[in-house]
C-alpha cells in the first residue's frame, strides 16, 4: 500500500525525442514514469523532432498528452527554465548528440538549485556517426570536457549497464549509479513466448528492429541478405538514413531472393509484440549500445538473439545460453549458427527460457532500484514515499 502524502513529489523528465514514438528512448522514459507514477507525479518534456518511428505531432493535443499515464508537454528549449523552476527534481534523458533542450536543461538545473540527474543512453562512440563526427577531433574533445564539467555539477549521472559504465569511464565520464531501465513483461509478451515455445518453429524468420544506420551495424546486413535469402526470410522495421540503402540492395536481389525481404517503415511500440511474434530469430548488429531495449522485449516474447558482442548487449545475450554472439561480417558464421539451432531443436528451447527468465528477473530488479533511486532523489525535501510491491505497479 502506498503511503498518502499531502503532496507527491514532482519530478520533470526531458529529452529531445517524440513522445510516444520516437524509438526506444521516448518509449522507455514513457514507461519508466507510468511504472513508478503511484509514487510521484511525472510531467515528461520534449521537443517536437522527427526520429525513426514517426513525428508525433499528429497526436499532441494543445501540446499536452491528455491520455492515462505521466503528462507529456511539447515545449521549445527557450521554456525550459519555467519547467525546472516548478519541478522537484529534474532528470535528464541525454545522448551524445548534444541536443539542445537535454544539453540546456543539464546546465540549468544545477543552477536553479534542482537536483539534477543525467541519465545517459548512448556510448561515447555514438560521436562517431551523427552529426558530430563532422567537427574536427580537438572540438569534439573540447565538447567532452564540456560535458564532464556539466555532469559533475549534477546530483547522479547514471549509466544502463554495467558495460555502459565502462564505455563511458573511459572517457572520463563521472558515473555515479548503474540502473537498468525496466521493460515490463505484459501478457501479450507472455503470450507471444507461449506461442513461441509451443510452436518451437525451425529458425526461419530473421527480424532486425530500429533505426537504420551504420551506429546500428545496418551496412552490414546487404550481404547477409545476399547470402542468406531465399533459405531465410527478413522482416526489417524502422527508418534511417540508411533505409535506402536496404532499399536499394533489395531491388537488386533476384525476384526469389527479394520477395524473401520485407521492409516495413514503421511500427507502433504498443504494436511491436505482434512483430515479436512473427519472427524467429532478432538480429542485432549495432555497434554500441547502453542497453538493448529490443533485446529485452525478443526475450520476453520467446525471441532468439542474434546479436554482435558490443556493450549493453554483451550484458544480456551470453553465448548459447540466452542468445548466441555472431560476427555479423561473416555471413557463413551467420548461416552455421542458425543451421545449428535448426538442427537442435531442445537446445533453442533451453535458450529461449533462459532469456526470459533474464529479462523477467531484470525488471524487476530495475523496477525495485529507480523507485528506491527516486525516494533518496526527493527524501532531502521530505517528499520519500513507501515502496509498493513492483509485482503489483504494471
Request: aromatic fraction near 6%; proline fraction near 7%; charge should be positive.
Amino acid at each position: 500500500m502506498v503511503a498518502i502524502m499531502s503532496r507527491q513529489a514532482h519530478i520533470l523528465m526531458v529529452h529531445d525525442y517524440p513522445p510516444i514514438t520516437g524509438g526506444g528512448l521516448a518509449v522507455a522514459v514513457q514507461e519508466l514514469s507510468r511504472l513508478l507514477q503511484a509514487g510521484f507525479c511525472f510531467t515528461i518534456l520534449t521537443s517536437r523532432l522527427t526520429d525513426h518511428f514517426a513525428d508525433d505531432r499528429p497526436h499532441a493535443n494543445g501540446g499536452v498528452r491528455k491520455d492515462q499515464g505521466p503528462r507529456w508537454v511539447v515545449a521549445a528549449p527557450y521554456r525550459a527554465v519555467e519547467w525546472l523552476s516548478s519541478a522537484d527534481a529534474v532528470v535528464v534523458h541525454w545522448t551524445f548528440s548534444f541536443r539542445l533542450l537535454s544539453t540546456l536543461s543539464l546546465v540549468l538545473g544545477p543552477l536553479l538549485g534542482r537536483p539534477t540527474v543525467c541519465v545517459i543512453h548512448t556510448a561515447p562512440d555514438h560521436c562517431r556517426y551523427n552529426r558530430l563526427r563532422y567537427l574536427p577531433s580537438p572540438a569534439r574533445d573540447l565538447l567532452l570536457r564540456l560535458l564532464c564539467w556539466m555532469l559533475r555539477r549534477c546530483t547522479a549521472v547514471v549509466a544502463l549497464s554495467p558495460s555502459h559504465r565502462t564505455a563511458l569511464s573511459s572517457a572520463d565520464i563521472p558515473v555515479t549509479h548503474v540502473l537498468p531501465l525496466p521493460v515490463t513483461p505484459t501478457a501479450d509478451y507472455l503470450e507471444a513466448y507461449r506461442a513461441h515455445h509451443r510452436q518451437n518453429r525451425l529458425p526461419r524468420v530473421i527480424g532486425v528492429a530500429g533505426e537504420l544506420s551504420k551506429l546500428k551495424g545496418v551496412d552490414q546486413i546487404p550481404p547477409l541478405l545476399r547470402s542468406l535469402t531465399p533459405d531465410f526470410t527478413f522482416r526489417i522495421v524502422g527508418n534511417g538514413p540508411l533505409a535506402r540503402l536496404l532499399a536499394w540492395s533489395k531491388h537488386n536481389l533476384p525476384p526469389r531472393q527479394q520477395a524473401c525481404v520485407v521492409l516495413l517503415e514503421r511500427a507502433e511500440p504498443a504494436k511491436m509484440v505482434h512483430y515479436y511474434r512473427d519472427i524467429d530469430c532478432l538480429l542485432l548488429v549495432s555497434r554500441t549500445e547502453s542497453q538493448s531495449r529490443v533485446a529485452l522485449e525478443a526475450m520476453l516474447a520467446g525471441v532468439l538473439i542474434l546479436a554482435r558482442r558490443t556493450s549493453g548487449v554483451a550484458d544480456l545475450v551470453s553465448d548459447a545460453k540466452t542468445g548466441f554472439l555472431i560476427d555479423p561480417s561473416d555471413p557463413g558464421s551467420v548461416r552455421d549458427r542458425l543451421d545449428r539451432l535448426a538442427s537442435k531443436p531442445s537446445e533453442a528451447q533451453a535458450i529461449r527460457a533462459q532469456a526470459r527468465e533474464l529479462a523477467e528477473r531484470s525488471f524487476k530488479d530495475s523496477y525495485g532500484r529507480w523507485y528506491a533511486f527516486f525516494s533518496d532523489l526527493v527524501a532531502g525535501a521530505g517528499k520519500g514515499l513507501d515502496q509498493p510491491d513492483p509485482g503489483e505497479s504494471p
